[in-house]
C-alpha cells in the first residue's frame, strides 16, 4: 500500500526537511497532536469506519488512476494516519516525508467522498490532520511553504507590497474609466455599503479582474470600498498547509479590515478556497460561531445584482458554454442553483454537466495541491482525467469557473487533455453581456 507516486517528485520541502527531524521530536510532535488537538473526534471516526471502501468512487484520484486503492480515500489514510496512530507516533522521517506527499498531493480534501461513506466520515478532517501534523514537523512542499511564509510576513499570499497594491488599483480603475464614466475602486471609504476583497494573485496576474469589478459596481449603483492596508487578501493558504495559527491571523486580519472600514458587509472575489477560510475553518479556530461581519460569494452577489435588476442583460454569451462548480461554494455552501440562474440568465447555450451540484468532482487544484507547485502539476492534472472526460462530454467551448483554483486547474486539465476549450471567470462574461446605461457610456 506505501508505494510512492508512479515518478519520482524532487520538492526540497519534503526531501531535505527530513534530514532536521529526529525521532523523539516526531514522537512528541504526533502525540500533541492526536492527544491534543484532534482526541475524540480522531476517536469516534476511527472506530466507526469498518474499511468498507464505499468514499473509493467519490475520489477523482481513485477514479483517475483506474480503481488502484492506494489513491482511495481510506487506502490514504491506511497508509498515513492509520499507521501513526498504530505506531503512537514512533515513525521516521521517510515514512512523514510519504505521509506529507499523500496528504498535500494527492487529496483536495474537497469533502466528495464524505458524502459516499455510509457513517458520513469526515475524511478531509483526517488528511488535514495529517498535514497538520507534517506542518509542525516542517514538512511541506516549498511552494506551499512559500505562500504560507508570504501570509505570514506580509497578510498577502504573493508578496504584494503595499505600495504595489495601491498602484495596481489606481491603474486599474483608469482602465475601468476607459470603458465606463466615473468608474471608481474607492479606498478606506468608512461606513461603505460593502467591502470588496480579493485574494493576492489577482494583483498580481490577473489584475484585470479589478478592473471588472469596478465596472460592475459602476453599473449597479453600489456603495462599495477596499481597504488600501493589509486585510485585503481574504486567501488563506495556511489553513491548506496546516499552520493553523497563521491562518488564524490572517482571518483575524481580513475581518479587521472590515471593521476598521465599519462596512456592513464584504463581498469576496471569484475564490473557493477563500470563502471556506473566512466562513468555516477559520471562524472556527478562533473560537467565532459565525463570521463577525456578514459575507457572501461573488456568486450569490451576481445573483442578486442580476435579480434584483441592478444589471440587466443586453445581449446573451453566445459560445457553448460549461461550469465548474467549485467544493467549497457548491458541496459547501449550496450555491449551485444561483451559479446556474447566473448562467442562463448570461449565456445562450449553457450545458450542464454530469455529475453536478455537491455530487461534481473536484477540479483537483484546490485545497492547497495547487499551491505545490510545478514539480507536483503532472500528478495533479493526471489525477482528475475524469473530469477532463466530464468537460469535453458536455461539448462547451468555453468552462466558466468562479473560483481562482478551479480556473487555473482546468486550465491545466485543458492543455494537458488537450479539449480545445477556453476558461474564463464569470465577471468576464459578465461584463461582456451586461448594458452599460447611457449616461455611463464613454
Known amino acids: 500500500m506505501a508505494e510512492p507516486a508512479k515518478e519520482i517528485v524532487v520538492d526540497p520541502g519534503l526531501d531535505e526537511t ?19 488537538g484532534a482526541a475524540a473526534r480522531l476517536k469516534v471516526y476511527m472506530q466507526t469506519c469498518v474499511h468498507c471502501g464505499l468514499c473509493s468512487e467519490a475520489c477523482h484520484f481513485y477514479l483517475s488512476h483506474d480503481k488502484d486503492p492506494r489513491f482511495s480515500p481510506v487506502g490514504k489514510v491506511k497508509q498515513t494516519l492509520w499507521e501513526i496512530v498504530k505506531r503512537k507516533g514512533r515513525v521516521d522521517g521517510e515514512f512523514i516525508k510519504n505521509c506529507s506527499r499523500i ?10 467522498c464524505s458524502m459516499y461513506c455510509p457513517f458520513g466520515i469526515d475524511m478531509a478532517y483526517l488528511l488535514l490532520l495529517v498535514r497538520r501534523i507534517c506542518a509542525l514537523l516542517g514538512v511541506v512542499p516549498q511552494y506551499l511553504q512559500d505562500t504560507v511564509n508570504s501570509h505570514a510576513v506580509t497578510m498577502n499570499q504573493m508578496w504584494v507590497k503595499q505600495d504595489e497594491w495601491i498602484d495596481t488599483l489606481q491603474w486599474q ?18 461606513g461603505a455599503e460593502i467591502m470588496y476583497s480579493v485574494i493576492g494573485p489577482e494583483p498580481k496576474f490577473l489584475a484585470q479582474l479589478l478592473g471588472n469589478i469596478s465596472i460592475i459596481m459602476t453599473v449597479a449603483g453600489m ?3 477596499m481597504p488600501s492596508f493589509d486585510g485585503w487578501d481574504n486567501s488563506n493558504m495556511p489553513m491548506y498547509s496546516g499552520d493553523f495559527e497563521t491562518m488564524a491571523r490572517v482571518e483575524r ?27 468555516y475553518d477559520g471562524p472556527k479556530w478562533l473560537a467565532w460561531k459565525e463570521p463577525p461581519v456578514p459575507l457572501i460569494h461573488a456568486v450569490q452577489f451576481y445573483y ?16 457553448p458554454v460549461t461550469i465548474q462548480e467549485p467544493c467549497n461554494i457548491i458541496r459547501g455552501r449550496g450555491l449551485g442553483d444561483m451559479l446556474r440562474y447566473i448562467m442562463r440568465a448570461t449565456c445562450e447555450d449553457f450545458r450542464d454537466v454530469s455529475p453536478r451540484y455537491e455530487h461534481n468532482y473536484c477540479c483537483c487544484a484546490g485545497g492547497g495541491v495547487i499551491n505545490c507547485g ?3 502539476k503532472k500528478n495533479r492534472v493526471e489525477g482528475n482525467r475524469v473530469k477532463a472526460e466530464q468537460l469535453k462530454a458536455t461539448g462547451a467551448e468555453v468552462v466558466i469557473t468562479p473560483c481562482h483554483n478551479c480556473h487555473s486547474g482546468i486550465e491545466d486539465i485543458v492543455n494537458y487533455y488537450k479539449l480545445g476549450m477556453h476558461v474564463k471567470f464569470f465577471s468576464e462574461i459578465l461584463v461582456d453581456v451586461m448594458e452599460i446605461p447611457e449616461e455611463l457610456k464613454v
Open 18 to 36: 527530513i534530514k532536521k527531524l529526529t525521532p523523539k521530536k516526531i514522537e512528541d510532535t504526533i502525540n500533541k497532536v492526536l492527544t491534543k
Open 103 to 112: 496528504a498535500h498531493t494527492e487529496c483536495n480534501v474537497c469533502r466528495r
Open 173 to 190: 480603475e483608469e482602465d475601468a474609466q476607459d470603458e465606463v464614466k466615473n468608474a471608481r475602486i474607492p479606498l478606506d471609504k468608512e
Open 223 to 225: 456603495d462599495w470600498t
Open 253 to 279: 486580519k481580513h475581518f479587521e479590515a472590515a471593521f476598521k472600514l465599519k462596512v456592513k458587509k464584504i463581498v469576496m472575489g471569484e475564490c473557493g478556497h477563500a470563502f471556506r477560510g473566512a466562513v
Open 304 to 319: 442578486e445584482l442580476i435579480r434584483d435588476g441592478k444589471i440587466k442583460i443586453a445581449r446573451k454569451f453566445e459560445q
Open 374 to 376: 510545478p514539480p507536483w
